[in-house]
Nanobody
């Protein structure tokens, strides 16, 4: 059973930085795409960023481009989200997710939450103004 465990959330002032980590374990297949999503109070969960495990190719939603960086450590089976220049509107619970093995190697829309079969428990990020 795949487990994704996030860490690194917290409270930060606007303009500050935080780095989230997501450690994966129990994987019995080759990882394809890992993503970060977030859900603000009263809003739907939305895509933030993704990384293709083998190539390192990344994709970001427009609102975080130039401020957030997604990366991965193959040896540690860990994906990171470095968040700089944080804004109050970035306040949300951030979730790490991994695509289901059935999609491995297939072209997918990385923003489609339905392609992700494994989810972490979430990490709260609060940005004060």
């Amino acid at each position: 059973q795949v487990q994704l465990v996030e860490s690194g959330g917290g409270l930060v002032q606007a303009g500050g930085s935080l780095k989230l980590s997501c450690a994966a374990s129990g994987r019995t297949f080759e990882s394809y795409v890992m993503g970060w999503f977030r859900q603000a109070p009263g809003k739907e969960r939305e895509f933030v960023a993704s990384i293709t495990w083998s190539s390192g190719s990344t994709y970001y939603t427009d609102s975080v481009k130039g401020r957030f960086t997604i990366s991965r450590d193959l040896a540690k089976n860990t994906v990171y989200l470095q968040m700089n220049s944080l804004r109050p509107e970035d306040t949300a619970v951030y979730y790490c997710a991994e695509t289901s093995p059935r999609w491995t190697g297939q072209p997918i829309n990385v923003k489609d939450q339905g392609k992700y079969g494994y989810w972490g428990q979430g990490a709260q990020v609060t940005v004060s103004s």
